[in-house]
């Protein structure tokens, strides 16, 4: 997902893609495990948008406290 896209979700969104970020990881980590993992880029791509996703949220909870 685009950063553009994410920055238009609310914090009850974020987190909703944030559980299911994880659970992506979650089942790529059990693929890799079993020998099953064939598109290695995953892991990257879906480390980088729980960052994203853990940025935004922190920003959106730093712009509520000021």
Do not use: C, D, S
Not at 1 to 12: I, S, T
């Amino acid at each position: 997902m685009e950063l553009k896209e994410l920055r238009q979700k609310n914090p009850q969104q974020l987190n909703e893609h944030l559980v299911e970020l994880r659970r992506e990881q979650f089942n790529l980590r059990m693929q890799k495990g079993a020998g099953q993992q064939t598109q290695t880029h995953q892991f990257g791509r879906v480390r980088r948008e729980i960052a994203q996703v853990k940025h935004l949220l922190g920003a959106q909870k730093q712009e509520q406290q000021a």
